[in-house]
């Protein structure tokens, strides 16, 4: 089973930018959709930015559309998410999840703190 491991969180000011990275340590990462997920504080978690194996097809969270941008290197086994104009709404744990069918394998998620 795979163990996504994010990385790439920390402290940022609003209107700043972030890279989120989730590395999938395992041989068959180009047979999961992939998948960013945001905690924010007392809240259900929330899908933000999705993308397909092929990388072919990204979806986006309204909130978060023209903003973020999810992609992935089928060569280093690694998933990313761009971070733009972040405000403190964006604050929260963000999650990795690699899909494949019913599947699904979570990473222990990375922190991100927008404020000024």
């Known amino acids: 089973q795979p163990q996504p491991v994010e990385s790439g969180g920390g402290l940022v000011q609003p209107g700043g930018s972030l890279r989120l990275s989730c590395a999938v340590p395992e041989g068959t990462f180009q047979k999961y959709d992939m998948e960013w997920w945001h905690q924010a504080p007392g809240k259900q978690r929330e899908m933000v930015a999705s993308?397909?194996?092929?990388?072919?097809?990204?979806e986006y969270a309204d909130p978060v559309k023209g903003r973020f941008t999810i992609s992935r290197d089928l060569a280093m086994n690694i998933a990313y998410l761009q971070m733009d104009l972040l405000q403190p709404d964006d604050s929260g744990f963000y999650y990795c999840?690699?899909?494949?069918?019913?599947?699904?394998?979570w990473g222990r998620g990375t922190q991100v703190y927008v404020s000024s």
């Open positions: 999840n690699a899909r494949y069918g019913p599947n699904n394998y």
């Open positions: 993308i397909t194996r092929t990388g072919r097809t990204t």
